[in-house]
Nanobody
Framework: QVQLVESGGGLVQAGGSLRLSCAASGSIFSINAMGWYRQAPGKQRELVAR???????NYADSVKGRFTISRHNAKNTVYLQMNSLKPEDTAVYYC????????????????WGQGTQVTVSS
């Protein structure tokens, strides 16, 4: 069994910063790509940032230059540093990871965190 535990969400004023963390735990053999998604009221869930095990990254155009994704492979943890936050960034943020689980099959499964609320006031 594998789970993703998120932390770091909260309420912040426009122009402020937050750092989200997501740690995977359980019967993990290895983790491939990890990423952050968000869903604002009335909108579809969208990709915010993604990072491969080797460190290659990609970002949504709306957050380029403001957000930075990183990971600590030995700790099975991914981070999202969010600077210069805007009210438009208000959403529920979800952690995602492609994980090879230590079972008899050792196949890749897609896992999601429970989501954490980020609210940016003007």
């Amino acid at each position: 069994q594998v789970q993703l535990v998120e932390s770091g969400g909260g309420l912040v004023q426009a122009g402020g910063s937050l750092r989200l963390s997501c740690a995977a735990s359980g019967s993990i053999f290895s983790i491939n790509a990890m990423g952050w998604y968000r869903q604002a009221p009335g909108k579809q869930r969208e990709l915010v940032a993604r990072i491969t095990r080797g460190g290659a990254t990609n970002y949504a155009d709306s957050v380029k230059g403001r957000f930075t994704i990183s990971r600590h492979n030995a700790k099975n943890t991914v981070y999202l540093q969010m600077n210069s936050l805007k009210p438009e960034d208000t959403a529920v943020y979800y952690c995602n990871a492609d994980i090879v689980v230590r079972t008899t099959t050792y196949m890749v499964d897609d896992y999601w965190g429970q989501g954490t609320q980020v609210t940016v006031s003007s």
